[in-house]
Each structure stands twice: as C-alpha cells, then as structure tokens.
C-alpha cells in the first residue's frame, strides 16, 4: 500500500473521529433527558415537554399564535402527543389547541378541565377534538401518567365549584432524574390554598409561576412551599394587563429565585439531564 493511499486513509478517519466528536460536543442532552420549552406566545402560556422520544404540550397560547405553535411543532419535528392539555378554556391559553390537535399525526388524551365558557374559541377545540375522533377527560387529582422516563402527578384542581375559571385550571407535577417541575395553569390563590390544605407534593425546582405573574396567583405560603429555584414567567411584552405585576416579582426577586421570562427572555428551554437542570434560550424563536 503506498504512502499517498495510507495518507487518504488516515485523513478520512480522523475528519470521521472529528464529526463525531462535534456531534458529541455540540449535543450534550443525553437520551433520557427531559426538555420543557416555554414557547414565546406573547400574552399566553405553552409549554413543550419531550423525553424519550415522547412529547406533551400544556397549553397552545392565544389564536393570534397558532401558526407560531404549530411552525414550532414542526421545527422540533413533534407531531405525536402523549397528552396535549388545555389548562382550563381562556383564549390565551386554548386559543391555539384546535390548531394542534388538527395539526398531530397521533394524540393520545386530550385533558381538561370539566367547565366550559361560551366562546368560539372553546368550541373550535371542541369540535377539532370531535373531528379527530378524541375524547375530553380531567385527569383525577393524584394520579400519575408516565411521559418517557418522566412521571407526572395531577395536584388541582381539587374543587368542583369556581366563580373563575382560573381556579379550574389543571395543575401538573413533572418529577425526572431528582428534578421537578410545578406547572399551575391560571391557578390563583383559591386553588394554591386548597393545594396547601390538601398536603399536595407542591416542592418544586421550577415554577411556572400563575397566570402569567397576577398578583392574584403566587401567595406567600404557596411559593414558601414549592421553593423554587427557578420561575418562568409567560406573558407578552408590554401587555395590557400589566403582567408580571411587580409585587409577584418582587416576592421572587426576596426568595431569590431566578425569575425567566418570555416577554424579555424569548422561548426558555430547561433541560433537566443526568439530576441536573440547564437553562438556554431557543435562539430561533
């Protein structure tokens, strides 16, 4: 074998070896991790859940960014669910999910919660729902659903009964490799204080922090009890309502969390890989 085909050889291997040393280095997530997008959906709330080659969706953000839900789905290349969830039926929050479920090539259950409003909003997610031969159901507070190597717990709603649909919001815990995360919906004090009477596993590394940082949400006692070490605000920048108000972020800010948020952060990725947890931004959104 002569020199120049030994030189080929050794020069193929070694740009083989440096490839796959990229791919090593510039994709650190290991295969049982779980990754949770917080999508930018301005004055809303979406979250991303992927582990194992399954994924869940929380929420579809507000009409106005549908396609912007749906252009993620795709770029991430996600288009079968577990569970797609409409925390409770606010067009912020629902407003995208007909939009989803028309978009999926599989469902498995679509959650919410047993109320309804009389919206068009809430009916095209009905009648999406209908369409593709699905079924509404409330998953029962204290049951849990795997999603790869990750276990949820259904914590709230614990009542039946509201006079705002905010406090029907499904409430989720997401436990993976030590790591875990408090996903409230619209949730507002209400429904965090029967949470807290209830004896609810509300211990938390990360919050989504209630209805978008109101100052009816995030009480005292709740985030005493979840002890966040980080808090995601969804909201849209400059929105009318105010949100964050700066009495939530001020009892963050005390308790020295570290607070993130859409309307000044972008879509935030937290990856909790191998018991530890990462913080990026999807630079794309």
Same mark, same amino acid.
């Given at each position: 074998m002569s020199r120049r085909v030994i030189t080929k050889i050794l020069t193929t291997i070694i740009a083989i070896f440096a490839i796959i040393?990229?791919?090593?280095?510039?994709?650190?997530?290991?295969?049982?991790?779980? %990754? +949770?997008? /917080?999508?930018?959906?301005?004055q809303g709330d979406t979250a991303l859940l992927q582990c194992d080659g399954r994924a869940m969706l929380i929420d579809a953000g507000p009409n106005a960014a549908a396609k912007t %839900? +749906?252009? /993620?789905?795709?770029?991430k290349g996600v288009a079968a669910f577990d569970y797609v969830v409409g925390t409770h039926p606010h067009e912020d929050h629902i407003g995208g999910l007909d939009a989803?479920?028309?978009?999926?090539?599989?469902?498995?259950?679509?959650?919410?919660?047993?109320?309804?409003?009389?919206?068009?909003?809430?009916?095209d997610v009905l009648d999406a729902v209908e369409s593709r031969k699905l079924t509404v159901t409330q998953p029962p507070v204290g049951k849990t659903y795997p999603l790869g190597d990750s276990t949820i717990t259904i914590l709230g709603p614990i009542?039946?009964?509201?006079?705002e649909l905010n406090n029907y919001s499904i409430v989720l815990r997401v436990d993976h490799g030590g790591n875990s995360f408090i996903f409230t919906g619209d949730a507002e004090n209400l429904s965090e204080d029967e949470m807290l009477r209830a004896g609810s596993p509300l211990n938390g590394d990360v919050l989504k922090v209630g209805h978008h940082g109101s100052s009816t949400a995030t009480s005292d006692a709740f985030l005493i009890k979840v002890d966040p070490t980080y808090a995601v605000i969804s909201c849209g920048k400059g929105n009318q309502y105010g949100h964050p108000d700066a009495e939530t972020v001020n009892k963050l800010e005390v308790a020295r969390v570290t607070i993130l948020?859409?309307?000044?952060?972008?879509?935030?990725?937290?990856?909790?890989?191998?018991?530890?947890?990462?913080?990026?931004?999807?630079?794309?959104?």
């Open positions: 040393l990229t791919f090593i280095i510039t994709d650190p997530v290991h295969a049982g991790a779980l %990754v +949770v997008t /917080f999508i930018d959906v301005g %839900v +749906v252009a /993620f789905l795709t770029e989803v479920i028309n978009y999926a090539g599989s469902i498995g259950e679509v959650w919410m919660p047993y109320t309804q409003t009389h919206t068009r909003t809430f009916e009542g039946q009964n509201y006079a948020r859409t309307d000044l952060d972008g879509s935030v990725v937290i990856t909790s890989d191998k018991g530890k947890l990462s913080v990026a931004q999807d630079t794309k959104r």
